[in-house]
């Protein structure tokens, strides 16, 4: 298990060192870290609402089963002769 840390901390400290290094290096950081934050932030807030959200184990579990057993408009594959 050690040496899987030690690895770990040698790519930590290259990528720390390297941008460090960098005369671009502190803007790399914070444009890594706003496309971070649009990433996970705002695009979660406006495209990937909760379904299950203030639903009941109950409800949640009714709900799983009928959209895996429901037949979907889009998701049906028709194969012709």
Known sequence: MKPFRQILKSIGA?????FRGMTWGRTM???????????FAILRIFFFRPVLGGKTDAEK?????????????????????
């Open 14 to 18: 290259l990528y720390v060192e390297g």
């Open 61 to 81: 579990s009714e709900f799983v089963g009928t959209m895996l057993t429901s037949p979907s408009h889009n998701d049906t594959i028709t194969l012709k002769h």
């Open 29 to 39: 950081w914070i444009l890594i870290l706003l496309k971070l934050f649009i990433l």
